[in-house]
């Protein structure tokens, strides 16, 4: 299985990196893990909503523009469905049986997802009510594709 984080912005902290390293090799017995990032865009301190949702837009432009045809498309969402470890190594596991081969996880900037990326999305998934930095929501979803793994493995790991 293919496996791409879509992101919007680079990593700069070192410890992110790392621990993305990390997990980009512990799964890589079983998938193909890739980062694809794009630019995002300077946000003012005091922008309006119209400026907020232009530079959204912005993002989503260039995240569409990496969106692969055939690839199933799923964007992290604080209103995207919930899951336990169990229950997205099963939803993992479900994709791979049906057929996909492909998978792309899209995590916006520190506004989110444009409307146009929520609407192209296949699924929407939510890890938490709560907001978490966008840098570190891909260490924290390269950690739970690692723990589903490893539940769909029946190897130990995830208690």
């Not at 790392?18 to 017995?29: G, H, I, Q, V």
């Not at 336990?84 to 916006?108: C, D, N, P, Y």
């Not at 520190?110 to 009510?129: E, M, W």
């Amino acid at each position: 299985m293919q496996i791409d984080i879509l992101c919007v912005g680079k990593i700069k902290e070192k410890f992110y990196r790392d621990a993305l390293e990390e997990y980009k090799k512990r799964l890589s017995r079983y998938c193909r893990l890739s980062e694809i990032e794009v630019a995002d865009e300077k946000t003012p301190d005091s922008a309006s909503e119209a400026e907020e949702k232009q530079i959204k837009e912005k993002e989503g432009d260039r995240l569409l523009s990496k969106m692969k045809d055939g690839a199933t498309v799923i964007a992290l969402a604080i209103d995207g469905k919930g899951y336990t470890s169990e229950g997205f190594s099963a939803e993992l596991e479900r994709l791979g049986v049906g057929g996909t081969s492909h998978i792309q996880f899209v995590i916006g900037g520190s506004l989110g997802l444009s409307d146009a990326v929520l609407s192209r999305a296949d699924k929407k998934i939510s890890f938490s009510a709560m907001t978490f930095p966008h840098q570190l929501m891909r260490v924290i979803l390269s950690e739970q594709l690692y723990r589903a793994y490893r539940i769909m493995h029946c190897e130990p790991y995830h208690k």
